[in-house]
């Protein structure tokens, strides 16, 4: 399974890789900002879990959640929005 780790704190990215990999979610990809997250979500890997975070730096609308929808996004399992 593959997983997307999307935060601004590489702390918590680290802690939600960790979370995801004792859920045998072992391919973790980490995006620092939502712009990176964007790009991503729109290359050619598949996605069966996305964490991310509400507020995202460099991006232009609220949550990098309604960016992603614009890029049709690629996800089996689910996305979840952690609080800022």
Same mark, same amino acid.
């Given at each position: 399974?593959r997983?997307?780790?999307?935060?601004?704190?590489?702390?918590?990215?680290?802690?939600?890789?960790?979370?995801?990999?004792?859920?045998?979610?072992?391919?973790?990809?980490?995006? =620092?900002?939502?712009?990176?997250?964007?790009?991503?979500?729109?290359?050619?890997?598949?996605?069966?879990?996305? +964490?991310?975070?509400?507020?995202? =730096?460099?991006?232009?609308?609220?949550?990098?959640?309604?960016?992603?929808?614009?890029?049709?996004?690629?996800?089996?399992g689910? +996305?979840?929005?952690? =609080?800022?």
């Amino acid at each position: 399974m593959r997983g997307l780790v999307v935060d601004d704190s590489s702390v918590m990215r680290k802690v939600l890789t960790g979370a995801l990999s004792r859920v045998n979610i072992s391919e973790v990809d980490e995006a =620092p900002d939502g712009k990176v997250a964007v790009a991503l979500v729109a290359g050619d890997k598949e996605y069966d879990v996305i +964490l991310m975070d509400w507020n995202m =730096p460099n991006m232009k609308r609220t949550g990098s959640f309604l960016d992603a929808r614009y890029v049709r996004i690629r996800c089996i399992g689910g +996305l979840v929005r952690l =609080p800022a």
